[in-house]
């Protein structure tokens, strides 16, 4: 499993527009990606210009076969629907799973659960 981090700087008015536009463009283009997971945007609280994108993808090599001219595409679809300069892209890395730990559910942990399972 492989996890694609994006941090954006996006004007807070701008934001519910942000997230609608990604979600039809972005999101259904890289969703026909037979390697795609899913895709998850973050909020930081304490700076409502910064949202984050966290796209899971299940194998890097068919995920950065994507064609480099398909991402531009998509990505002018999406400036032209944003309007140009309504974003900023800050910061791009890559990660890749090394551990993956029991889920709540897995581990026995309740839904509204904070003390853990019971003795």
Do not use: C
């Amino acid at each position: 499993m492989y996890v694609e981090y994006l941090k954006f700087r996006v004007e807070p008015q701008l934001r519910e527009q942000f997230v609608e536009r990604d979600r039809e463009i972005w999101t259904a283009a890289l969703a026909a990606v037979p390697a795609f997971e899913h895709k998850e945007l973050w909020l930081n609280p304490e700076d409502p210009s910064e949202l984050v994108t966290i796209v899971y993808w299940r194998d890097r090599d068919q995920w950065k076969a994507i064609p480099q001219a398909s991402l531009a595409a998509t990505e002018a679809r999406f400036q032209a629907a944003m309007g140009e300069g309504s974003y900023e892209l800050v910061e791009a890395r890559e990660y890749r799973l090394l551990l993956d730990g029991p889920r709540e559910s897995e581990a026995g942990l309740g839904a509204g659960s904070d003390a853990g399972p019971e003795a």
